[in-house]
């Protein structure tokens, strides 16, 4: 007997189905979109635990004959293409049919349907792939397609479902993201039998995206139109100092489909490159216009992704269509730029200034007396390969000088008795050690003294915030959120739901009084998605790593002398200064024999 065998058409699907259908929100991506190219103007989708239970989906779209109904659940079945070439332009979000036999593979399926004028509809139900029963139906025009208990035949895969609140999670992202490409469609969202979303059509984007996005980002909206080489480029973009720490509050759209496509992002956030802080992205809503036949939509099973003919004309108009809208709206932030300033100009090839202090004949900062820096005596010139000799500060025996700036494997390193030169860029530190040239982070300095100070407090009592902070969350966030919460609560953090993605924060830990609740928080849910904490010490530690960027000196910031010495003092006090928060080092030594050689003079 030979060991190739034709697989059973049943387990064919099922095979096929996984391509298509990976989880319940896969389910209503497909049946909504299936929807929207019927041309309905109302959706309802209905949810029971998380869609794995029971997923409804009914709309008011043309409908299906009895024929069409049957062949809807054929393989390979559609009403959207007839040849070959109408592959090179498809402009539906899908074939009409071509997802309902892989989901009724995969689960026990039921299609309601009735054209338009027709007196009946059909209704079919399906098995894990096997048609039960078919049937004629009194039903209102349109469909509605009913899926129960998803992979109940393929135990290997319904396992790996997660829980309802991660699944409900999922399914409200694709259902913002379509909500936002259809704003003339009355979408509803319904969880438990509860309404979740209710979004009555309305005519334009911006009321639909002021719904989905809240009113913080809706009030800083600002239009983006734009046309170049056949590509339009249209949407919505909020300030720029609204930053989020992921890409959740980034939607792009090519031709009407949600994409996450990692060319666009990179386009977006190159136009931002100047206007945020590194690491951080920007809020905006992007409908990216493409003549069918120069982008294939097919390269990705679930369509997620797609490939453009064209891609440099895409970005280069996607970037010019940024620039041109972000111009206009700089004024209402500066257009300060938070990036570290790079070391030589691209245009001219000159060095950044160096910010200095004034100094009198003998070398000394002239504003502010000796014994109160705590510099080190002037060192003399160095000898060609020869350090320059260290000189203790005054009551210091000389037998004990200072470990060397940057050796982090020294547990009695002092940054504050080395000589101050200046500041470098208003981001760097310069010193002078035995070593060489010693360069300090300011802003990864203060991160790690901030962190220091938070990470060894105990907290447990909140306190009371003087009005309510409310933080508006995305639903992945927002289902993380709580599922923290009754850790938070441990740590002292009050928080209740305030409706769809809001929460009130009304207290706070001690510890974390200073800082601004709702925006370490929002910051916080990225690193604790990554990180997973286990404890409420972990996400003290987890709490702590965030607030410390939000309340540390910034890279370009000019310091004052005194700022500078209490920053070396403290970061002397603390038992790691080494790095920053983030594992990044926070000190850098150029040594003496680089510096001679460099002028040739070793």
């Known amino acids: 007997m030979g060991k190739i065998a034709i697989l059973p058409d049943i387990l064919c699907n099922q095979i096929a189905a996984g391509e298509v259908v990976e989880r319940p929100s896969a389910v209503v991506k497909e049946l909504v979109e299936n929807s929207i190219d019927a041309r309905s103007t ?25 024929e069409d109904s049957l062949l809807s659940l054929e393989r390979h079945a559609t009403s959207k293409i007839r040849s070959i070439e109408d592959l090179d332009a498809i402009s539906s979000l899908g074939f009409r049919g071509e997802a309902l036999p892989s989901i009724a593979a995969v689960s026990r399926f039921e299609l309601n349907t009735c054209e338009h004028g027709a007196l009946f509809g059909t209704s079919i139900r399906v098995e894990g792939g096997v048609i039960k029963d078919v049937r004629e139906k009194g039903l209102p025009p349109g469909a509605r397609v009913l899926v129960r208990d998803l992979f109940f035949c393929l135990p290997a895969r319904r396992k790996f479902l ?18 936002l490409a259809n704003p003339h469609i009355h979408l509803q969202l319904k969880s438990q039998e509860k309404m979740v979303y209710d979004y009555p059509g309305c005519e334009g984007l911006l ?50 489909r949600a994409v996450y496509d990692r060319l666009l992002q990179r386009a977006v956030l190159t136009a931002y490159e100047a206007l945020i802080t590194r690491g951080k992205y920007p809020v905006a809503v992007l409908f990216v216009a493409v003549p069918p036949e120069r982008v294939d939509v097919n390269v990705h099973p679930a369509k997620r992704e797609v490939r453009f003919r064209h891609p440099g004309d895409v970005i280069s108009t996607v970037r010019t269509a940024l620039f041109e809208a972000l111009s206009k709206i700089r004024p209402k932030f500066g257009g300060v730029s938070h990036r570290q300033p790079e070391i030589f100009s691209r245009q001219t090839q000159a060095p950044f200034p160096r910010t200095t202090f004034p100094r009198t004949d003998n070398g ?28 203790a500060p005054a009551g210091e025996p000389e037998e004990n000088p200072p470990a060397p700036a940057g050796d982090t494997s020294c547990a009695e390193i002092s940054f504050s008795k080395l000589n101050l030169i200046g500041q470098l860029a208003n981001s760097f530190i310069l010193l002078e050690s035995i070593e060489g040239l010693v360069l300090i982070d300011q802003h990864a300095a203060h991160e790690r003294i901030v962190f220091s100070g938070l990470a060894g407090k105990k907290t447990g009592e909140g306190q009371l915030l003087t009005t309510a902070a409310i933080v508006d969350l995305l639903p992945k966030e927002g289902e993380l959120l709580k599922s923290l919460l009754p850790s938070l609560a441990a740590l002292g953090f009050e928080i209740e739901p305030f409706g769809g993605g809001s929460f009130a924060i009304h207290a706070a830990p001690a510890s974390l009084s200073r800082f601004s609740p709702e925006e370490i928080l929002r910051d916080y849910l990225r690193y604790a998605e990554e990180e997973y904490p286990a404890n409420e010490g972990d996400i003290l530690l987890g709490l702590a790593r965030t607030a410390s960027c939000h309340g540390s000196v910034r890279a370009g910031q000019k310091l004052k002398v005194e700022e500078i010495k209490q920053l070396l003092e403290t970061l002397d006090s603390i038992d790691t200064p080494f790095t920053c928060p983030h594992g990044r080092p926070l000190s850098f030594t150029l040594p003496y024999d680089q510096i001679y050689r460099f002028f040739k003079r070793s």
């Open 162 to 179: 997660r829980k309802a609140e991660t699944e409900l999670a999922y399914i409200t992202d694709q259902f913002l993201r379509v909500s």
């Open 364 to 391: 000394n900062v002239a504003d502010c007396p000796r014994q109160t820096l705590g510099f080190s005596k002037p060192a003399a010139p160095a000898p060609a390969l020869a350090p320059a000799p260290w000189t």
């Open 42 to 66: 109302k959706i309802s989708v209905s949810l029971l635990d998380g869609g794995r239970r029971e997923i409804s989906v009914v709309d008011n779209g043309c409908g299906m004959s009895p």
């Open 207 to 256: 009321p639909r995206a002021s719904r989905v996005l809240g009113a913080e980002v809706a009030a800083s909206l600002s239009p983006v139109d734009f046309e170049a080489s056949g590509i339009a480029v249209s949407g919505l973009i909020a300030s720029p100092d609204i930053q989020r720490t992921n890409s959740q509050g980034l939607f792009l759209f090519v031709n009407g």
